[in-house]
């Protein structure tokens, strides 16, 4: 299993405060949906997820809940051309996989330094804030259960 890193509840509410956010019921709902199945869902694949939990939930408010989520950086969006955004609350620097045939999305660990090293050829005055890897193609079925 790829390395992860995940956050007590007090961090969850701590990090929504320092980002000018109250910690809510659904919030805390959907951010442990995304702990628990670690698939990358999107909104809709979430939406259905949380139903089981807070059946009057809307799609607007799960889309509203992923927003804080991504906005205070306790989950990322993970995007690959011409697909639903995905959801992904692993903390820990990972590149993403996306096998298009099966359309799941995996976590890859980096080695440590790669980021480093990927920075280092921008030329000087490019500061990144951010750095994505993500490889698109297909896994054989006896590495996607990894
Ligand atoms: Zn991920």
Redesign the pocket.
């Known amino acids: 299993m790829p390395a992860t890193v995940t956050l007590s509840p007090d961090q969850f509410a701590q990090t929504l405060a320092d980002s000018g956010l109250r910690n809510t019921p659904q919030r805390e709902v959907i951010y442990s949906i995304l702990l628990k199945k670690r698939d990358?869902p999107t909104a809709d694949e979430v939406y259905a997820r949380v139903k089981a939990e807070l059946p009057t939930i809307s799609l607007a408010t799960v889309y509203n809940c992923l927003e804080a989520l991504v906005n205070c950086n306790l989950v990322?969006a993970?995007n690959f051309e011409r697909e639903p955004t995905r959801y992904?609350p692993?903390l820990h620097p990972?590149a993403?996989f996306h096998d298009e045939t099966a359309g799941s999305?995996h976590?890859i660990d980096l080695p440590p330094g790669l980021l480093d090293q990927v920075r280092a050829i921008l030329p000087p005055g490019y500061d990144a804030l951010s750095i994505e890897i993500s490889f698109r193609g297909r896994t054989a079925p006896e590495a996607a259960t990894r």
């Open positions: 990358h990322r993970v992904c692993n990972h993403h999305t976590d």
